[in-house]
Every structure is written in C-alpha cells, then in structure tokens.
C-alpha cells in the first residue's frame, strides 16, 4: 500500500481523496489549512493534516511522508508548490491551472528521478491525452481542435455560470491571451474573441470563445493547426468582455481614494459569491475534441464528445468528476510503475506511451465519465 498525499482539500481535491481511498489500494492524506473541509474528509476515513501550503516550507513538511503526491492548489500557488514538492523528492501528478512554464522545472525532476505530471485534468489533460495518443498512431496530425466548458444545469441571472472549480481560474482564462497555432505559425488573440455559436447534443446551443487551453501543446506538438476554445451559454463571453473593455479585469493597480487597488482583485471579490457553487447545485461537463490527419496515405477525423452530469448519488459536481478522476487515472499510472519518465509530462507525453490513454480512458468509464469516439 503506498502512501498519497492530496495537496487541496476543494471540491475537486476531495473528490480525488475519495476515489483513491477506496478499495484500499493507497492510505491517503489531505493537506488544507480548511479545518471544516478537512473534517469532512476525516469522517470518510481520509487521513487529515492541518497546514497553510502557500509557503514552500509548508508544502515540503506535508508531503514527507508520501510516497506520491497529488497538487489540487488554486493556479496563483501551483506553480511554486509544484517545484517544493520536487524539491522535496516526491514524485508528482497536478492539476493546478498555473500559468508559468512547466518545463522552467524539468532539469529539477530530472536530478531527483521523479515523475511530474503537470495539467491533469479534462482540458488541459484528456485533451492533450487524445492527441498525443493518435500523434503515436497517425502517420501525421493536420489539425487539433478542443472546445470545452463546464456549466451549472440552472442558468441564473446576470451570469448564467457558476464555478465548478477555483473561481480565480476561470477569471485567469479571461485575461490571459490566447495562444494558437495556424498553418504552423504561433498566433496570439485576445481572451473571449472569435465567438461562435455550436450545438451540442444533449445540450443544445452553447456559444465558444477563444482562452488560453493550449499551454504547453504550443512546445510539445508538431500539429500545424491547433486552437481551444471555451464553451458557455450563449450571452456570458459578452458581459465578460464589457468587463475587459472597462479594465475590471486588469491586473495593474490603479489609485482609489487615496489606495491602490488592482481592478482584477475588486472584481474577483465581487464575483466569487456569486459564482461559488452551493451545497446541491448540479453543473455538467462538456466537451468535443476534433483531430485530423493522414493514416495509410488517407485522410481521417477523429471526433471524441464528452458530456457529463453532476452525481446526485455522491454529491460530486460534474468539473470534479472530469478532472479529479482524470487525475487520479494518472496517478494510479505512476503508483503501478506503468509511467515511468522522469522529469516534467504534459498530458500529451504520457498519451503518447502505448496503453496509457486506453488505461485512463477505461478508468475514467469504470466511473461514468465516457467519452464517445467517431471516425
């Protein structure tokens, strides 16, 4: 039995702990500084540990004891908490939207000999999974496309959204420029441009919009069209870019009576209450990633569509479910020995290892979470 330990006692960090608990495959500990969320999780039999991991020193005491670590912090502390737990020598699967370089922490894995999974979650995660698997299979990838989006099943006024994971991630994916990729050549547009209207089955009309998804697709693939896009109902990219054109999502402080206050930080304070999602709110995941490209001389399409719903039976929202059962797949990989690359993987590295995907793939329908394929 080894030894994981769960930095992040959220919604999607709980779910996690849960899942690797059963069975008693792992003996499994939670670190928070959320003494009420960490109760939780003790009367399900997690192991609790009380601890503040936005320093680094907090970070490597809590992990001392584990044998793998999972990293379920918000994206503003996943990347510093990522290189503690390098530099603690544990190896690693994360999910944190953090938006420094990875790779800036390659050569440390590499000296300690440790694995680290970096952006283990839906999309970025199974996304990159799909096209680093068929970048193994296909003789060469035209084209990659992910449109993805996680959405509360009541739409409610102003927003029609609510956050099925860290509400200052999502804000992040509405600032950050969007990087794509077109006839090869790497191109940078503006968060929440280009929408556009898709239908969905099971859904019906959902509008996407440009964000920041690919990440470290942009280094690691050869694919000379590549391009993510974020899905919500239809009407909520335009109050967002009212925002943006107002500067309420500027980052830059400015001077309020006599105080500096960063835009960013007041909007996010008045957001989060009302995005927060309450105890028995049902959201769904939904998701299209499209692949092309040329097998025995042909030309082919792949189409893989997710749409997942919030389990009333466990309580689990639908973005914990998608994410945190993708994380702890990859997990179970590197707990079996079955991933072994030191050093740091985006998810497309550890799809292009012959089974890993069709072992994640499996794991994650063993759980409800299936993915239809079309060719």
């Known amino acids: 039995m080894k030894n994981i330990t769960i930095l992040g006692a959220g919604r999607v960090g709980s779910a996690m702990a849960l899942d690797l608990a059963q069975g008693g495959e792992f003996r499994v500990t939670v670190a928070d500084r959320s003494e009420p969320a960490l109760a939780q999780l003790s009367a399900r039999g997690i192991t609790p540990l009380p601890c503040d991991l936005a320093e680094p020193a907090g970070t490597r005491a809590a992990v001392q004891g584990a044998d793998l670590v999972v990293g379920a912090v918000p994206g503003s502390m996943?990347?510093?908490?990522?290189?503690?737990?390098?530099?603690?020598?544990?190896?690693?699967?994360?999910?944190?939207?953090?938006?420094?370089?990875?790779?800036?922490?390659?050569?440390?894995?590499?000296?300690?000999?440790?694995?680290?999974?970096?952006?283990?979650?839906?999309?970025?995660?199974?996304?990159?999974?799909?096209l680093g698997d068929l970048e193994r299979r296909l003789e060469r990838v035209t084209r990659f496309q992910c449109l993805v989006g996680g959405l509360p099943v009541v739409r409610t006024w102003p927003f029609d959204y609510k956050a099925g994971f860290s509400p200052a991630d999502v804000l992040e994916e509405y600032t950050r420029p969007a990087r794509y990729v077109v006839?090869?050549?790497?191109?940078?547009?503006?968060?929440?441009?280009?929408?556009?209207?898709?239908?969905?089955?099971?859904?019906?009309?959902?509008?996407?919009?440009n964000t920041d998804g690919l990440r470290t697709l942009l280094r690691t693939s050869a694919a000379p069209n590549m391009s993510e896009k974020t899905l919500r109902y239809p009407g909520h990219a335009e109050k967002m870019r009212v925002f943006q054109a107002t500067g309420l999502l500027d980052k830059a402080p400015i001077p309020v009576g006599g105080v500096r206050v960063a835009p960013l930080d007041?909007?996010?304070?008045?957001?989060?209450?009302?995005?927060?999602m309450e105890e028995g709110d049902e959201d769904f995941t939904v998701m299209r990633v499209t692949v092309e490209?040329?097998?025995?001389?042909?030309?082919?399409?792949?189409?893989?569509?997710?749409?997942?719903?919030?389990?009333?039976?466990?309580?689990?929202?639908?973005?914990?479910?998608?994410?945190?059962?993708?994380?702890?797949?990859?997990?179970?990989?590197?707990?079996?020995?079955?991933?072994?690359?030191?050093?740091?993987?985006?998810?497309?590295?550890?799809?292009?290892?012959?089974?890993?995907?069709?072992?994640?793939?499996?794991?994650?329908?063993?759980?409800?979470?299936?993915?239809?394929?079309?060719?």
């Open 78 to 130: 996943g990347f510093r908490t990522l290189e503690a737990v390098l530099e603690a020598g544990k190896p690693v699967v994360d999910i944190s939207f953090f938006e420094e370089d990875p790779f800036r922490l390659d050569a440390l894995a590499k000296a300690n000999d440790l694995v680290a999974i970096v952006d283990a979650g839906v999309a970025p995660g199974c996304s990159n999974l799909i």
């Open 266 to 276: 007041l909007t996010a304070r008045l957001l989060f209450p009302l995005w927060q």
């Open 183 to 209: 006839h090869g050549e790497e191109v940078v547009r503006p968060a929440l441009s280009e929408p556009e209207l898709v239908d969905f089955p099971g859904v019906g009309t959902l509008e996407a919009f």
């Open 293 to 375: 490209g040329v097998q025995d001389g042909q030309f082919r399409r792949r189409v893989f569509q997710l749409l997942d719903h919030y389990d009333r039976a466990t309580g689990t929202t639908s973005m914990a479910r998608t994410t945190g059962y993708t994380c702890t797949a990859m997990a179970r990989l590197v707990a079996s020995g079955r991933y072994r690359r030191p050093g740091i993987s985006p998810p497309e590295f550890v799809g292009r290892e012959p089974g890993c995907w069709a072992f994640i793939r499996t794991e994650l329908a063993g759980r409800g979470v299936v993915f239809a394929e079309t060719e």
